[in-house]
Nanobody, 117 residues
């Protein structure tokens, strides 16, 4: 069982930056997938950045060039560096660690990001 706790959300002005962190209670070294999703009010949860099983990082088109996923294997932490933030980036951001199908993955409780125009 892995528990995930996000931090780093907040309110920033358009054009600003935030760095989200996700701390895992157990080792995530060798996890099948890991990354970040977000959900805006009234919308479905969507992928933001995901490290795939083959080592690629997939980004949503809307964040390419602005967001960067990284991880620290030694400390079992994931990060999401978010630059040039826009009001449409406002959402609850969730950390995710996946397991091979059909097993369910693990989700954090989320951290709120609000971008003011």
């Amino acid at each position: 069982q892995v528990q995930l706790v996000e931090s780093g959300g907040g309110v920033v002005q358009s054009g600003g930056s935030l760095r989200l962190s996700c701390a895992a209670s157990g080792s995530i070294f060798g996890a099948y997938t890991m990354g970040w999703y977000r959900q805006a009010p009234g919308k479905q949860r969507e992928l933001v950045a995901l490290l795939t099983p083959v080592g690629d990082i997939n980004y949503a088109d809307s964040v390419k060039g602005r967001f960067a996923f990284s991880r620290d294997v030694a400390s079992d932490r994931l990060y999401l560096q978010m630059n040039s933030l826009k009001p449409e980036d406002t959402a609850m951001y969730y950390c995710y660690v996946g397991r091979p199908p059909p097993q369910e993955g693990y989700w954090g409780q989320g951290t709120q990001v609000t971008i003011s125009s």
